[in-house]
Each structure stands twice: as C-alpha cells, then as structure tokens.
C-alpha cells in the first residue's frame, strides 16, 4: 500500500474532504428561532422585574441576567441545555445563559476531581476567556475613551 | 412591539455567532469572546446602548451585552474618580451576572450528577 507522504499543507486539504459539510442554513434558521426566544423571555424577565418589583429600567437588567444564569445552571445539571445545545448551536452558547452552561458543565465534568481542585479549579475552564477578553478589551477602551475626552 | 424586536435582533446575534462557527469554522469559546470585545468595541462608540433601547431583552441577553456592561461600569466610575476610576467600574455593572453564575454553577456542580 503507498501512502503519501503527510505535510502540513495537504493534511489540511485531506482532512477536509473528512469532514461534513455542516447545512448552513438550517443551523442558521434553529439558531435563530432558540437564540431569539431566550431573549424573549429575558425580555419578559425583564418587564416582569419593572412592574412587579420596582426595579428602574436600568437596574432591571441585572436580577433578569441572575435568573437567566440559575434557570441556565439547573437545565445544565438536569442535562437539558446540552440537547439544546446540539440542536441550537451557537442560539444557546450566544445568550448569557450559554455562559452560565459553559461554568457550570465545565465543573461538572470535573466532579470528580473533588470540590476544590475539580469543581472551583475548573470553573472557569471555558468562562474565563471570555471574562479575559472582556476586561482586556473594555479596559483599553476604556483608557482610549478617558483620554480621549481631554483631546476633544 | 419590544418582545417583537428582542426577538429579531437577538435571533440575528446569534445566527452571526452561528456563521463564526460554521464557515469560519471558530470555536464556541472563540465566538463568546470575540463577542465580549465586539460589545466593548460597539459601546465605546456609544451604539450598544441605542441597540438595547430598540431591542431590549434582544440586546441584554447575548453575551455582547456584558462587553458594553464592563466598558460602562468602567466610563461611569471614571467621571467620578479618573483614570482608577475605570479599574474600580469595571465590574460594577456585571458583578450579578458573574456572582450569580458563580454561586449556582458551584451548588449545581456539588448536587448533581454529571451526565453523559
């Protein structure tokens, strides 16, 4: 049997025709429909803590994004967001309850490993770049935009 | 006519993340963060918060919003205290989200079983 010679440059070509072609259109249509009514419901959330619970249009935000995160943690342990998931795509990784799922199974899978080191260790496994980034980013602005109030 | 809006503009969020993963072939953990950064990016331009007028829940909800989040707590206490202000702001707003995520993911992972 004669096998080519792999190389980096057609390893790349090979694995392609491996892979499957993923429907772009349907993943786009199903991420479109879940990702679009988990913000409904974050926009119910939110209405519901403005009229019931006096939060200020501003403030309501952030008891909307902590029930969105435990309902998020719950559907994580009960392993109902992981079939959404594969069926969703990014419609349920996009929504902060995508972050909330990304904590909480990333902690999950590493039960096992104890409380400390498996469990708080590896919490932020998946979230943490995301936190990462965010910080990096909005801090640079940040000092972008601070001086830039003296100069214009 | 809000619900209407946070539904288009959210579902869009998403179906651009679904785009990153599909063509470009990014990984989920690539998209969140690149989002984080477009929603800082967006804010600091001022857009983000004429999208969550217009859309509401459409604009809060995605991962993007926690981006616009960080960079406004950060500008507000900036006013207020200089350039510390913005390290002492930054989490301000965004501090229920990721206590919250905190605090429940840790109680899921300690009651219960992992699956699959």
């Given at each position: 049997m004669e096998k080519q010679p792999m190389n980096e440059k057609n390893f790349d070509k090979a694995r392609k025709s491996y892979q499957p072609k993923p429907p772009y259109?349907?993943?786009?249509?199903?991420?479109?429909?879940?990702?679009?009514?988990?913000?409904?419901?974050?926009?119910?959330?939110?209405?519901?803590?403005?009229?019931?619970?006096?939060?200020?249009?501003?403030?309501?935000?952030?008891?909307?994004?902590?029930?969105?995160?435990?309902?998020?943690?719950?559907?994580?342990?009960?392993?109902?967001?992981?079939?959404?998931?594969?069926?969703?795509?990014?419609?349920?990784?996009?929504?902060?309850?995508?972050?909330?799922?990304?904590?909480?199974?990333?902690?999950?899978?590493?039960?096992?490993?104890?409380?400390?080191?498996?469990?708080?260790?590896?919490?932020?496994?998946?979230?943490?770049?995301?936190?990462?980034?965010?910080?990096?980013?909005?801090?640079?602005?940040?000092?972008?935009?601070?001086?830039?109030?003296?100069?214009? | 006519m809000t619900f209407l809006w946070a539904f288009i503009v959210g579902g869009l969020i998403c179906v651009i993340g679904q785009i990153l993963l599909d063509v470009f072939k990014l990984t989920p953990a690539h998209v969140m963060s690149s989002f984080v950064v477009a929603g800082a990016v967006l804010d600091a331009f001022d857009l983000y918060d004429n999208l969550i007028e217009f859309a509401g829940g459409g604009a809060t909800v995605p991962i993007t919003s926690f981006g616009h989040s960080l960079l406004h707590g950060?500008?507000?206490?900036?006013?207020?205290?200089?350039?510390?202000?913005?390290?002492?702001?930054?989490?301000?707003?965004?501090s229920a989200g990721i206590a919250s995520a905190i605090l429940f993911g840790f109680i899921v992972a300690v009651i219960f079983k992992p699956k699959g």
């Open positions: 259109v349907m993943n786009c249509i199903k991420a479109f429909i879940v990702g679009g009514l988990i913000c409904v419901f974050g926009e119910l959330l939110t209405q519901m803590y403005i009229h019931w619970f006096d939060f200020s249009e501003k403030n309501a935000t952030n008891p909307t994004v902590a029930t969105l995160i435990l309902l998020s943690a719950l559907a994580t342990g009960f392993g109902v967001y992981d079939k959404l998931g594969q069926f969703a795509g990014a419609g349920s990784a996009v929504p902060v309850t995508g972050f909330a799922n990304s904590i909480t199974s990333a902690a999950l899978e590493h039960k096992s490993e104890g409380l400390v080191l498996g469990v708080a260790t590896n919490l932020f496994k998946l979230a943490g770049s995301v936190i990462v980034f965010g910080v990096v980013a909005a801090y640079i602005l940040g000092i972008i935009r601070y001086l830039g109030k003296f100069i214009f | 950060a500008m507000e206490q900036s006013n207020e205290h200089g350039i510390i202000g913005i390290a002492i702001g930054i989490f301000e707003l965004t």
